[in-house]
């Protein structure tokens, strides 16, 4: 499934991956790309098996040459595991938490002059003169180095694990309609993958910052309008990770 977000005229966030990739039924994840004018950047690129479609995908919408940026949220290899061919036939930056640059050699890289270390505290990333990216810090929220993307033209965040449901789970096609019942859906993830209470609402003060229309996690179903706010409501009294060990 590929579907466009958020669209105007120089500006498209496409969700360009959802899970239906067969070699990756056992932990079935979302691609984003977002593209400004004459650049785009990737996000979460995913495994070696989802390149052949997501390629044909992202040549509806921009070239190799436009791409300036693959953003990694974290190093697991449902992120990254395609890494070394997107490094090859583009010539974007990759960005990835400063914490997690020494583990790109096992991606088999062959070219690392492009890699870009993401300061714990988050920072900008500038994809166009006129547009720049948000990087978010969401650490322990699972990985110590965990980093969300934020795009204030559309308003919508990336938000890796957080938020990440297994398809399929509930009667839900894209966005939660039904909040409530869909929490069985996220409870026992959210409860074992993310760190502590403590850390989640630490995250919930850095986003409070920002005018957000849409949470889009890399695995699962999307949040919007009441379910988003449900959502962080409910993450804000979650116990998980050390609170319940």
């Not at 699962?220 to 009441?226: I, K």
Request: aromatic share 12%.
């Amino acid at each position: 499934m590929e579907v466009i977000l958020y669209e105007t005229a120089g500006h498209k966030f496409i969700l360009i991956g959802f899970g239906e990739i067969k070699r990756e039924s056992s932990i079935p994840s979302n691609q984003y790309l977002i593209t400004h004018g004459k650049s785009s950047a990737l996000i979460d690129p995913g495994g070696f098996g989802l390149f052949p479609i997501l390629l044909s995908r992202v040549l509806k919408y921009t070239t190799m040459e436009e791409i300036k940026a693959i953003l990694l949220s974290h190093q697991d290899p449902d992120v990254a595991g395609g890494l070394n061919i997107w490094a090859e036939i583009t010539m974007a930056k990759i960005y990835i938490s400063k914490l997690w640059i020494r583990f790109l050699p096992h991606y088999e890289l062959r070219h690392y002059i492009g890699i870009e270390a993401i300061e714990d505290r988050g920072g900008d990333i500038a994809i166009a003169d006129d547009f720049i990216l948000k990087l978010i810090p969401a650490h322990f929220l699972h990985s110590p180095g965990h980093i969300n993307v934020y795009d204030p033209e559309s308003k919508i965040l990336f938000t890796g694990d957080i938020g990440a449901s297994v398809l399929p789970c509930s009667d839900n096609k894209l966005f939660i309609d039904d909040f409530d019942s869909f929490v069985p859906c996220i409870e026992a993830f959210h409860k074992r993958y993310m760190s502590s209470n403590k850390a989640l609402r630490k995250w919930i003060q850095e986003i409070e910052n920002y005018d957000i229309d849409i949470l889009a996690p890399q695995h699962g179903y999307l949040y919007r309008g009441e379910a988003k706010e449900k959502f962080i409501k409910w993450l804000y009294e979650l116990k998980c990770g050390v609170d319940i060990i």
